[in-house]
């Protein structure tokens, strides 16, 4: 399997559960305190990730800590970044606030179960 299908994989589960999770969030209410995923942030979040991933990861290949197989990927490359890198920040991106809204929402029912 090439990393391209790998990341493809990967990008669409992500994207399924933060879709999901975004949903929920949003029919559940806007109480006051309740979490929900912030888009602008995720985006400000996400273009921050992949800047750092385009300069460290370059940085990483070029002093040889790590290498791909050159058959396994796409041939787009970004300086020496292979364009399959930039796949983990964008999930990361997706994956944090969602994370911080289901653990905000598990808080939320703990707090309200103490309350009975």
Known sequence: MSYLALDAVFLVVCGAVTAGVARAARRRGTRRGDA????????????????????????????????????????VHLGKVPLEDFAYPVAAALMLPVLWVLLRGRERRRGHDADR
């Open 36 to 75: 929900r995923v912030s888009w602008p942030a995720v985006a400000i979040a996400g273009v921050v990730l992949l800047a750092l991933t385009a300069v460290f990861d370059n940085v990483m290949i070029a002093v040889g800590l790590f290498s791909y197989d050159p058959e396994s990927l796409s041939g």
